[in-house]
């Protein structure tokens, strides 16, 4: 039997939904993206050596990278051994992971498509993606 996936996919998390006979299993992954952070002294926008001004956007900026290169990577782990993929989900981390995958040569073949999606239930998730593979028979 074929092992056909489904991931609804924000910046805060993924949910995996993978699909075997006549079951399916649920998995949730957490992105630890931190998207709101706060560092201390941050609101102080001069050092005290005058008028120099300082930022942290840069070091914000290579924080949440490496925690999405990261969050990528934990995906990756999950569906290398897929028949089918297919993503769906509100943000645009889905068309992130989507370029990641076109670059890999093992699992750029596998993915079926890529959909907007609202926030759903994860009953609603499941019917989703059995839906999607019962009409997409391939």
């Not at 914000?60 to 028949?83: A, G, Y």
């Not at 769906?88 to 076109?102: A, D, H």
Request: aromatic residues 10%; charged residues 30%; hydrophobic residues 35%.
């Amino acid at each position: 039997m074929k092992k056909n996936i489904g991931i609804w996919i924000d910046t805060r998390q993924a949910i995996i939904i993978k699909l075997s006979a006549n079951n399916h299993k649920v998995k949730v992954i957490k992105s630890n993206i931190e998207t709101r952070e706060r560092i201390d002294g941050e609101s102080k926008k001069f050092g005290r050596f005058g008028g120099q001004y300082m930022t942290y956007e840069k070091n914000k900026l290579n924080r949440k990278n490496e925690q999405t290169n990261q969050f990528i990577k934990n995906l990756f782990k999950e569906v290398k051994s897929c028949d089918a993929l297919v993503l769906f989900g509100p943000s645009k981390m889905k068309n992130i992971f989507e370029k990641e995958l076109l670059k890999n040569m093992q699992l750029k073949n596998k993915l079926n498509g890529v959909y907007n999606s609202k926030l759903l239930t994860e009953n609603q998730m499941v019917a989703w993606v059995k839906d999607f593979y019962s009409s997409n028979k391939s």
